[in-house]
T-cell receptor
């Protein structure tokens, strides 16, 4: 199946600094990438939808100036948490959906990255 | 409002027992539903989707529009089925997924 990677797998930073998380589709072109946030023992909450070459679409309640998303190529999307604070500590997961008609492998399937654990001190 | 409800946080069964993980949805159009599974220390992966009407690892799920449900079933649970299971609904122009809260399945020997 299609593989999605994330880097770093975990990061610890000081309050007030910015952190960039990368999401890559390794063996397919991802027309759309999604960023999720998952708190301990809770479900995935969609933060934003990212389409290559266009601005991300943020879900209600997600601060676009705080969570900057760049989908510069068909294989890479980045999430930058700006001026991070302890409440931003979470598990961030990306997924990718691709193919010539927006699909690869199976119909409308999203392939998930392994996640990035962010801890803000 | 579009919503996915998984009422059980934890389902604990013994090996060989039948399993049913419940999922109900709220959606105004024609729904497209999925079950995703997350094994311990692994990434989320697709288990099955309703449109393909397939059986994966012995699991099946039938869409019941009348009851707005998409319950996941397996007649005989195995220990390796222990994992977190998420029901998800496809939504919107970008085909984003709305996830339920998840149900942890624990299969005991």
């Amino acid at each position: 199946g299609a593989v999605v990677s994330q880097h770093p797998s975990w990061v610890i930073c000081k309050s007030g600094t910015s952190v960039k998380i990368e999401c890559r589709s390794l063996d397919f072109q991802a027309t759309t990438m999604f960023w999720y946030r998952q708190f301990p023992k809770q479900s995935l909450m969609l933060m934003a939808t990212s389409n290559e070459g266009s601005k991300a679409t943020y879900e209600q309640g997600v601060e676009k100036d705080k969570f900057l998303i760049n989908h510069a190529s068909l294989t890479l999307s980045t999430l930058t948490v700006t001026s991070a604070h302890p409440e931003d500590s979470s598990f961030y997961i990306c997924s990718a959906r691709g193919g010539t008609s927006g699909r690869v492998g199976t119909y409308n399937e999203q392939f998930f990255g392994p996640g990035t654990r962010l801890t803000v001190l | 409002a579009q919503r996915v409800t998984q009422p059980e946080k934890l389902l604990s069964v013994f090996k060989g027992a039948p399993v049913e993980l419940k999922c109900n949805y709220s959606y105004s159009g024609s729904p497209e539903l999925f079950w995703y599974v997350q094994y311990s220390r692994q990434r989320l992966q697709l288990l099955l989707r309703h449109i393909s009407r397939e059986s994966i690892k012995g699991f099946t799920a039938d869409l019941n529009k009348g009851e707005t449900s998409f319950h996941l079933k397996k007649p005989f649970a195995q220990e390796e089925d222990s994992a977190m299971y998420y029901c998800a609904l496809l939504s919107g122009g970008y085909n984003k997924l709305i996830f339920g809260a998840g149900t942890r399945l624990a299969v005991h020997p």
